[in-house]
């Protein structure tokens, strides 16, 4: 069985004495249902679980807001009596096709405190956005999930790497033997091809790794996906967003600029405006995830961000590969930084960065790059942690061909940076040239297989 840390979240959510409704959003088939299914058993708690785009019929009974009538009509579904006194989880599932159903949450937090409420859907985002109901503002509480990271999909195929990777910190990294650096970097070979989707672990585990067996579920998910466009909202129709989908899998890891957009979009009528349509929707179904550009001067990062400067993430680096059409050899034969132009490397710990922030804010990632009248330099990713800013970059080589941050420490006057790179992990002092002066800056150097590390080392720093 996989362990998620979404189903220990539900569980302390669960113990509450004030618990409001639980709205847990992500892409399709993350884990989202099982999550929830998994949670109940261990609670040991009544699961009353209700499909909303197989029972479109109760579409009139949220819409009343009335939280007797909605309770009886999920009983004769559940075929078991549901009242606002019942103990238990209430989940309702693929809400997306019953909008007034997340209107209708704030009166089961006000009317029935002693029945845990689960409202979640793989394309909830869309259903919110176009939400022409009132809102349960307050009443609610949000949990954004994505698929497995690296560590508990360590912790479901090799639990003894897992204690391994405990036990580092960054007195001890030098201790570490090259074999055991080279075994945790199979690993996150593993992890590339497989990814993070649950069902492509488990059949990984069941089949031992067997990549045609992964790869044949990674093609039809990423199918299904495609399936769903025709249940989009809006104007664009099922043939348009295919086309757009598969010019922005092309796109993956690279700056967005007016150039690609009008590439991807020759292939659709060379309609751009169509295309920020389709963008918006990708993202709001969480398939594709926008890095954006902010100028990195003050906190929060999200408030000097310049949106016409992007890159984007893909749901998952497994399904990126699939989606790509990449062959098995490219990902084994070379470190995961240099693999197909560095995208995979920025790939593997942008999905991580997404999903690090607490798990009740909308995932966000920035990087930045200096004005254009300025020599060119690129940190793929820029993070957030407290009221510290730190820079990242996804690179092999030595300290000193770190140009992009050493450019950002001079600039933004950083006193730590992170390198993330198939090596082995260390902390070096370097200095970096301001003007006729340098100034002194810590290099964090980890290997791939820490990144679920990454915020407690920073706090030994």
Request: charge should be neutral.
């Amino acid at each position: 069985m996989l362990i998620r840390t979404t189903t220990a979240y539900i569980e302390s959510w669960d113990a509450r004495t004030i618990r409001k409704p639980l709205v847990i959003r992500g892409a399709r088939q993350v884990g989202k249902t099982t999550s929830v299914r998994i949670a109940a058993e261990n609670l040991n708690v009544p699961l009353y679980c209700v499909n909303l785009e197989r029972n479109t019929s109760l579409e009139k009974a949220f819409g009343e807001f009335d939280v007797n009538t909605v309770l009886f009509n999920v009983s004769l579904i559940c075929g078991q009596t549901i009242t606002a006194d019942s103990k238990g989880i209430l989940f309702l599932d693929e809400a997306q096709a019953t909008p007034s159903a997340y209107a209708c949450l704030r009166y089961f937090f006000e009317e029935c405190p002693n029945l845990a409420v689960i409202l979640t859907g793989s394309l909830l985002d869309q259903c919110l956005s176009q939400q022409k109901q009132p809102a349960p503002v307050g009443r609610v509480e949000h949990y954004f999930m994505g698929p497995l990271s690296f560590g508990e999909f360590l912790s479901a195929c090799d639990p003894a790497a897992t204690k391994m990777i405990e036990q580092l910190n960054i007195s001890n990294f030098h201790l570490l033997p090259d074999e055991l650096h080279q075994q945790l970097l199979g690993q996150v070979q593993r992890y590339t091809l497989t990814g993070g989707m649950p069902h492509a672990v488990q059949l990984a585990i069941d089949h031992h790794f067997e990549h045609a067996t992964i790869h044949q579920y990674q093609t039809e998910l990423i199918q299904t996906y495609q399936d769903d466009f025709s249940k989009y909202q809006g104007n664009l129709n099922a043939i348009k967003l295919n086309g757009f989908f598969s010019g922005l899998i092309g796109q993956v890891g690279k700056q967005f600029s007016h150039k690609q957009a009008n590439l991807v979009s020759s292939n659709t009528g060379n309609d751009n405006r169509s295309l920020n349509q389709a963008i918006e929707q990708f993202t709001q179904a969480r398939l594709f995830y926008r890095v954006v550009h902010s100028n990195a001067d003050n906190i929060p990062l999200g408030a000097e961000t310049k949106a016409r400067i992007s890159k984007f993430l893909f749901v998952d680096i497994g399904l990126l590969l699939a989606a790509q059409g990449l062959p098995v050899q490219s990902v084994l034969n070379q470190p995961l930084e240099l693999t197909h132009n560095g995208v995979l490397g920025e790939q593997f710990v942008g999905q991580h960065l997404l999903y690090m922030q607490p798990p009740y804010k909308n995932p966000e990632l920035y990087y930045w790059q200096p004005p254009k009248n300025q020599a060119q330099a690129e940190v793929d990713f820029i993070l957030q942690q407290g009221d510290t800013i730190y820079p990242i970059e996804v690179k092999s080589g030595s300290s000193g061909r770190l140009r992009s941050l050493h450019s950002f420490v001079a600039k933004k006057h950083s006193k730590i940076a992170i390198r993330i790179h198939s090596g082995k992990a260390g902390v070096e002092q370097l200095k970096t040239n301001v003007g006729n002066e340098q100034r002194s800056f810590t290099l964090l150097n980890i290997p791939f297989y820490l990144i679920d590390k990454l915020p407690d080392l920073l706090k030994q720093l």
